[in-house]
Structure formats: structure tokens, C-alpha cells
């Protein structure tokens, strides 16, 4: 974990590394290294040398500033926003804390429920937002399972939305660059228009230039928010992971306990089969067989 994040803070000072040298190399006025500071301009009198010009694509624009500059700062300050608040909250200290996690696990293992219940319901961690609309759901286990389950979803796609706008700010960061530079396109060739072709060459590469400008600001709005979008993205699907597997053993931890299935009775001897119904009936309606008579007695003489 902590190679993770030193891996993670080195990336984003890489990154803004990178921006405060491309923005000082652009903002950067006169000659570059090795040329020499006054080189004597041909057909100058007495040599003297030829005046420099900047070369600065940051005072151009903010010489025409138009609505395109305008609507790509505004994106630019809420990109600068959301990254910072996305790497502040996607940390394991800040959405699954050991000490929340911990404390549930006490409670669980002393069998307070309702406490448990209580601290679930307020604590704002990845897991106790999981646990807390299953442990409403007892004792039914399998509908335990189920609350839990959708809590995990819904936060999970709550961490995502929550960077899908570093997104959507980058792919429209080229989009709007685009934009300025057709406007200043169709500025510079409306200025030939009028001229009827005889336009100076100077200021119709000037139209350009600042049309292009446009085109810069866009992709230097869209590659720090990708980037970011990017690393964060990574990080919300692991984090999110941990959670959920955090969760889930400490749903099995407080599982009520099954019904046992009940004792088999114990086996009765059966009784007797009576004889059925027309049987004993034949045989109540059976005349008695008649006794037999006495010897019969001689008479005496």
C-alpha cells in the first residue's frame, strides 16, 4: 500500500511537472540557448541588430480573449478541482478505514446489534454503507445478502460518477480548442474576403496563429484530466473491490444461525388391521349355525 501511493504521488508531480515546463518553455520571450543575443539584421544600418519579437501564444490569446478562452478557464478550474478531490478521497484510509472496520468487527464478535445497527447508519466508510441495509434485513440471510449486494452497487457506481466529470471535461477540452479554431479560421478568411484577395499576408497569418492558440488551450485542458481520469479510475476499481470482499466476511460473521431440521418420532408398532367394512358385515349378517340336539332318552318298559 505505501509503494502504491508513493507511486501515485510521484506520477501526479510528474504530471505537473510536466505542465509547468511546457507552460514556462511557451511563456518563455526571446531567443532561444546558443543563438547569438544580437545578431546584426541585413540591410540594418550600422549593423544594428533586428528587434526581437515574442513569440507567445499565452498573450495572443489573452489579447483576443473570446468566449472559447473563457468557457475552457472555467473547465480548467473545476478539472484542477476534481482531481484534487479525487486523490484526497480514492485512499484506503479514507474509504475503508481500519479503524471503522475494526470497531465493527468488536462489535460483532460482543453480539451488539443494535449499537452495531446505530455506528453503521452514521459512520460514512465503503463498508459500513454495505453492511447497514443488511443488517436491517435479519434474519433473513438470503435477503441480507441481496441489500447488501445493491449497497455495493450503488456506491461503486457513486465512487465512478464522481470522476466519470474528469471524463467528460477532457473530451470536450479538443472539442473546444476545435471550435476557436474554426472561428478564427473563418474570421481570418472573412478579412481576404473583404480585402477581395488582396489581404496582407501578415495579418492573415496572425488570424491563424490565434486560431491556433485555441487548439492549444483544448489540449492542454484534456491531457491532465484523461490522465487523472485514468489513475483514478484504478484506483476506485480496487478500492471498491477491497470493500466489498471486506463486507462480505463480515455479513458472514453475523449470519444467523440456521433452524435445525426436527427430530424424527419415534417408530409406533401399528395395531391390528380390522377387517374391512363388508366383511364384518357378512359376517353379523351369518345366521348361527343351530346346536345340536340331545340323545334322545328310551322309554322304560
Known amino acids: 500500500m505505501r509503494w502504491y501511493s508513493s507511486f ?22 526571446g531567443a532561444p540557448a546558443g543563438t547569438p543575443a544580437a545578431a546584426p539584421a541585413a540591410g540594418a544600418p550600422g549593423g544594428a541588430p533586428a528587434p526581437k519579437k515574442s513569440v507567445n501564444p499565452f498573450a495572443i490569446v489573452i489579447d483576443n480573449i473570446d468566449f472559447v478562452f473563457v468557457i475552457i478557464l472555467i473547465c480548467s478550474i473545476i478539472g484542477v478541482a476534481l482531481i484534487i478531490q479525487g486523490f484526497i478521497k480514492a485512499r484506503a484510509s479514507v474509504m475503508i478505514p481500519e479503524s471503522s472496520t475494526n470497531h465493527i468487527r468488536e462489535l460483532i464478535g460482543a453480539k451488539r446489534f443494535k ?73 481570418s478568411f472573412q478579412q481576404m474576403n473583404l480585402a477581395e484577395g488582396a ?14 492558440c485555441h487548439t492549444m488551450l483544448g489540449l492542454m485542458l484534456a491531457l491532465p484530466c484523461l490522465a487523472a481520469f485514468g489513475v483514478l ?23 444467523p ?45
Open 257 to 301: 444461525a440456521e433452524a435445525k431440521p426436527a427430530a424424527a418420532a419415534p417408530a409406533v408398532r401399528p395395531a391390528a388391521t380390522p377387517q374391512p367394512a363388508p366383511v364384518a358385515a357378512a359376517a353379523a349378517r351369518k345366521p348361527a349355525s343351530p346346536a345340536p340336539a340331545p340323545p334322545a332318552v328310551p322309554a322304560q318298559q
Open 8 to 29: 501515485r504521488v510521484v506520477l501526479v508531480a510528474a504530471v505537473l511537472g510536466a505542465s509547468v515546463l511546457t507552460a514556462r518553455s511557451l511563456w518563455a520571450q
Open 199 to 212: 489581404a496582407n499576408p501578415k495579418d492573415l497569418a496572425g488570424g491563424i496563429s490565434k486560431a491556433l
Open 233 to 255: 479510475r484504478t484506483l476506485v476499481d480496487r478500492l471498491t473491490v477491497q470493500g466489498a470482499l471486506i463486507a462480505e466476511e463480515l455479513l458472514l460473521m453475523v449470519k
Open 115 to 187: 449499537e452495531l445497527i446505530e455506528f453503521t447508519e452514521t459512520d460514512p466508510s465503503f463498508v459500513s454503507r454495505a453492511l447497514n441495509p443488511a443488517l436491517k434485513r435479519a434474519p433473513s440471510f438470503a435477503a441480507m445478502k441481496e441489500a447488501m449486494e445493491t449497497a455495493i452497487g450503488e456506491q461503486t457506481a457513486q465512487e465512478f460518477r464522481r470522476i466519470e466529470y474528469l471524463n467528460i471535461i477532457g473530451n470536450l477540452g479538443p472539442l473546444l480548442g476545435l471550435l476557436g479554431t474554426v472561428i478564427g479560421m473563418i474570421d
